[in-house]
């Protein structure tokens, strides 16, 4: 099986490969793992006034799971934390061109936004925004 030009070039390239302080209120940490053959994906965003000014990656797996994180860390930057939120692992499939037996490696990324993001909120009380009434 051939990687896709673009996987190969994010492989061969990673984009805001590394990390970011882990413990800084302003950063949110998404550590994920991939059942179906134990790749594990770190990735990182810096949050400013609701804007992703930073991402970093670290992922130890195939050469899809590394380019499908470079990517993400690629869209990360400059959205907001709700349109961070939409990013599914499709678009990435349909970017990088993955085969169905390398989908699971952009799921592991899209599961390591939601992670990074629910860190961010957890830490800063953001996603707790109650529906409506008191209690
Ligand atoms: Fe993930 Fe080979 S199966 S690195
Ligand atoms: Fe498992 Fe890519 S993440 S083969």
């Not at 952009?106 to 990074?116: N, T, W």
Request: charged residues 20%; glycine residues 10%; neutral net charge.
């Amino acid at each position: 099986m051939a990687y896709s030009e673009k996987v190969v070039d994010h492989f061969t390239h990673p984009r805001n490969m590394g990390s970011l302080p882990k413990e800084a209120p302003d950063v949110g940490t998404g550590i994920v793992g991939a059942p179906e053959c134990g790749d594990v994906m770190k990735l990182q965003i810096k949050v400013q006034n609701d804007t992703i000014v930073d991402a970093k990656f670290k992922t130890f797996g195939c050469g899809s799971a590394i380019a499908s994180s470079s990517l993400a860390t690629e869209w990360l930057k400059g959205k907001t934390i709700e349109q961070a939120a939409a990013i599914k692992n499709t678009d990435i499939v349909q970017e990088l061109n993955l085969p169905p037996v390398k989908i699971h490696c952009s799921v592991l990324a899209e599961d390591a936004i939601k992670a990074a993001l629910s860190d961010f909120q957890h830490k800063t009380g953001a996603g707790r925004q109650s529906g409506r009434g008191a209690g």
